[in-house]
């Protein structure tokens, strides 16, 4: 669940803009342990329905800066804690718009792989099998499993408060069953409130999902979500028996 504060100053209640005008804010904070600038945040907020990159947005004090995608910052200008709560604000002058909500970040875990042996996938194997230790405050988790040089990628959900997972053999195949040999990077997320693409990420993520927006007040709608990513394992591929 998501706890929203409506105000910097709770005892003054939220600062709306007049006149009807409605903010949709939607992005992630993330720690990514694989990026050489872990920590990353990046929100894209609509005014109206437009693009709108005159408003501040902010991660706890941080001030995120401006980009042709929206609002971004990355360590080192950015510090964020795992498993701790951090806030969300944007304010916006022009629309006398003072807003702040507050989410926890997913804790650090970590992930092995149990099968198969010596993280060498062969023709004779059929599904990989991984399994992680949890991440407290995480609502989901995100496996990716990619192979760079082939181009191969498969992406999924696993269950919700599940902490183990199969990557099919389709992952490591291709449409006449055959092995794609190479090394695959084997990526595990925890996240909280949905899960965004980020700048840097090295994985793609599902096409078709799109977390779900909430409203948090009058005059902010959208979803702020934040995850952990785990550091990556490897497995090998070979067409031999």
């Given amino acids: 669940m998501l706890f929203v504060v409506l105000s910097c100053d709770p005892s003054k209640g939220p600062v709306n803009p007049p006149g009807g005008a409605s903010f949709k804010l939607n992005g992630i904070f993330v720690r990514d342990v694989n990026l050489a600038n872990q920590d990353v945040a990046s929100f894209q907020l609509l005014r109206n329905s437009a693009a709108y990159k005159l408003a501040t947005v902010s991660v706890d004090t941080f001030r995120l800066d401006t980009v042709s ?13 795992p498993g701790q709560s951090h806030g969300v604000g944007i304010i916006d002058s022009a629309s006398n718009l003072n807003f702040s909500t ?9 992930f092995t792989i149990n099968s198969p042996a010596f993280n060498i996938y062969r023709s004779s194997d059929n599904f ?6 949890g991440s407290a405050g995480a609502t989901g988790y995100f496996v ?12 999924f959900f696993p269950g919700t408060f599940t902490t183990n997972a199969s990557i099919p053999r389709q992952a490591f195949r291709n449409s006449g069953d055959q092995v794609v040999e ?6 595990v997320v925890a996240f909280k409130d949905g899960f965004y693409a980020y700048p840097g990420m090295p ?13 948090y007040s009058s005059a902010v709608s959208g979803r702020v ?4 990513v785990a550091r990556y394992d490897t497995i090998r591929a070979t067409t031999l028996p």
């Fill in 69 to 81: 995608t929206g609002y971004f910052k990355e360590s080192p200008g950015l510090v964020l804690r």
């Fill in 102 to 110: 507050a989410l926890t970040m997913p804790d650090t875990f970590s």
């Fill in 128 to 133: 990989v099998q991984i399994e992680w230790t």
């Fill in 144 to 155: 990716a499993c990619v192979n760079d040089s082939a181009g191969k990628d498969t992406s």
């Fill in 182 to 187: 190479g090394l695959y990077k084997i990526y």
């Fill in 203 to 215: 994985f793609p993520t599902l096409s078709n999902y799109s977390p779900v927006d909430t409203i």
């Fill in 225 to 228: 979500a934040s995850a952990f």
